[in-house]
């Protein structure tokens, strides 16, 4: 009942204006009543609930949206009703609204920065900069979103370089994230869909985007990979393998099935996956170790990321001298 009441808190905000007068500044209680034509002890009440949910913070008489929730509005305008309405065709098996892969992309990018723990502590367990590790490694990131996970690695060692590439729409998000971290110099962002780029044969590639003609000593797929469907999917892992050097690394954050019971969170995340795109889902870890072997890599090895809200994994394998 609670989490129903919340969610009808929310759409009244977004409904009666609350949630968009407070995107362009604080305002009073009296200032929003006034200008949105709203009751004064039922808009009170519902602002004194909106400060509780985090999404709306409250200094003195004056409130404002929360930076969380500034970005949320940025890019769900709906706060994802246009998402979970289709949760129901889905399930009945009706026709959906065509599936666009871009918006999954677009939507995990904008609140990418929420799992900057989980960056940090993957750049730890990968180890970059440590003793054992090459210096100054070359990272190459396919889909890197708003490039939180490839920053946060880059960040352990001052010789390590980044080549970004996405979509023209991540562009200012990616480069905003290396300047705020000061690897601006380190950071080259290409525009293009690494998947397209994975259809095309090697040589071909490497022409149209000399990135692709070069080898790097870490590859990385940051909740990107179980997007796809199973043959794309694959297909861009094998594509990340021959990026990686002999002897590199590829890395995939994702979500993997835990063998523990799931949480609300990846349970949420999950649906998301099976709303949002055509063929994703959330793959086990004996399968997804089998599916990188195929790919050519070779020993590899799994951890969950335990800083991660929504319980991401990584999987690292080490590219093989020779792959077919």
Known sequence: ?????????????????????????QRTLEQLCQELNLRSEPARLLLATLVRTGIVQQYDDDYALAPVAQLLCQYDSD?????W????????????APFRARDHFDATAATQWVHTASAIQAAE?????????????KILDLGCGSAVWSCAMAFRDVGATITAVDDEATRVAAANMAASIDLTRRFDFHPADPAEVAELPMDQAATEHPWAGKTYDLVLLAQRLHAYD??????????????????GRVVVIDLFASPAKPSLAETLEALRLEIETDGGRVWDLETSSQRAKRCGLTDVQFTFLAASRINLGMLVGVRAEHIA
Do not use: C, W, Y
């Open 85 to 96: 309405r289709q949760l129901a065709d889905k399930v009945r098996g009706d026709d959906a």
């Open 1 to 25: 009942m609670q989490l129903n009441a919340v969610s009808h808190v929310l759409r009244t905000a977004k409904q009666v204006g609350l949630l968009d007068g407070l995107r362009d500044g």
């Open 125 to 137: 367990i990968l180890n970059i900069g440590g003793a054992d590790e090459p210096r100054g490694p």
């Open 230 to 247: 199973e043959a794309t999917g694959d297909r861009l892992l094998q594509f990340a393998t021959r990026l990686a050097a002999p002897g």
């Open 79 to 83: 706060l994802g009703d246009g998402r």
